[in-house]
């Protein structure tokens, strides 16, 4: 059966939403349909579902270098196949099988209801359970029912960090203390507690960098380690860009904080974890992001901050960083917003001329490329820079 990749960036929100006729803002279908490309640079030998053939010829239209476009097929139509969405969600199924695609090809709603209650927050705490002994380890996330019990943690732990079990990226999520509760503070606990059941509350931790180890479930219980991801986010949690740049590399980054051997320690813990949890009921890639924090003068390591039970970009970089970028080479993986037409056409042209592009042995040395199409109307690309 042929597999046919499909870019959902709205599947963190459709989770949120859990309804199978949830249909994403206006913008969220913006950035779909901008990046519907995307999956060609980390699919292995398939389809690429898009919107318009026109997406393929731009991007084909502004590589010159030929020996750099995946090797992949396009289509326009909703046909049948292994599905690999960005993430499953009962919207995704509710999408396929409401354009045709054959039963046989997609899970049960039973199975996307599994993965729906492993992608929630709570798992998190299940994680963070089996590391709480391991020195310079921090970490603590709290389930809350009812207000009250969230003002009690409030209490013990100060400044809080809330968030509701399923978000989007950057969203569902509030910090808080004492001096700044407010009704409207009030309101929006009592919204998550009515809509999905419980709260999370943890410590606001002092954060120092961002990082993830990235996995893959194979559906039959094992999980294995994929690689690292070092990425950067905005002061309200949106994602911004990943360090293109070795495993080896990053490890040598985050040395200066913590040891080797509590980073092999948790990574091993986590594929037993994760193994575990997981069993037989998801089948792809994760992500469990991760920080580095300072408390009391210190480096401390919070090993699960979120599990992303989907493809993410942190995964999407490091595949492209070992099948496109030159070994010996470092630079940056980015998602970037024009709020204007013609915006996206201009920056692109100016970038490909203050970094061209340098190709040895069909891997990148140096330079800018974007991988995904450009045109007058784009709102949203992904590109990499290439700069030592």
Not at 110 to 118: D, G, P, S, T, V
Request: with cysteine; aromatic share 12%; hydrophobic share 40%.
């Amino acid at each position: 059966m042929e597999r046919i990749y499909y870019f959902n960036p709205a599947h963190d929100m459709a989770l949120a939403n859990n309804s199978p006729y949830y249909k994403a803002p206006a913008e969220i279908e913006r950035m779909a349909y901008d990046l519907a490309v995307l999956p060609a640079w980390y699919g292995e030998k398939g389809k690429i579902k898009v919107g318009q053939l026109q997406q393929v010829e731009l991007l084909h239209l502004q590589i010159a270098h030929k020996e750099l476009l995946p090797d992949v097929a396009w289509t326009c139509k909703w046909e049948s196949g292994e599905y690999m969405p960005w993430g499953w969600d009962a919207a995704m199924l509710y999408l396929l099988r409401a354009n045709g695609v054959d039963a046989s090809c997609l899970p049960t709603d039973e199975q996307i209801a599994k993965i729906r209650y492993l992608s929630g927050r709570q798992r998190c705490v299940e994680v963070l359970g089996k590391m709480k002994n391991i020195p310079g380890i921090c970490g603590d996330m709290k389930i809350c029912q009812s207000l009250s019990e969230v003002h009690f943690y409030m209490s013990d732990m100060g400044d809080i960090v809330l968030k509701s079990p399923w978000s989007g990226s950057g969203r569902g999520v509030m910090k808080v203390n004492a001096l700044t509760w407010s009704d409207s503070v009030e309101g929006w606990i009592k919204r998550v507690l009515r809509s999905q059941g419980e709260i999370m509350v943890e410590p606001l931790f002092d954060k120092i960098c961002d990082f993830a180890m990235e996995f893959f479930a194979d559906g039959s219980g094992i999980v294995s380690f994929v690689g690292y991801s070092w990425f950067e986010a905005d002061t309200y949690g949106n994602y911004k860009e990943n360090r293109l740049c070795s495993d080896r590399r990053i490890e040598q980054m985050l040395a200066v904080y913590v040891s080797i051997a509590t980073l092999q320690r948790v990574k091993f813990i986590l594929t037993e974890r994760l193994s575990s949890l997981l069993g037989e009921n998801y089948r792809g890639y994760l992500g469990v992001d991760m920080m580095i924090c300072r408390v009391n003068g210190g480096y401390h390591f919070h090993p699960c901050v979120e599990i992303n039970l989907r493809m993410n970009m942190g995964i999407v970089s490091h595949i492209i960083y070992e099948k496109y970028v030159h070994s010996l080479s470092e630079g940056y993986f980015r998602i970037e917003h024009y709020s204007r037409d013609e915006e996206a056409v201009k920056t692109h042209k100016s970038m490909k001329m203050r970094y061209p592009l340098y190709i040895t042995d069909g891997k990148i040395v140096k330079g800018y490329l974007s991988l995904t199409g450009i045109d007058t109307k784009t709102r949203y690309q992904v590109y990499i820079l290439i700069d030592t």
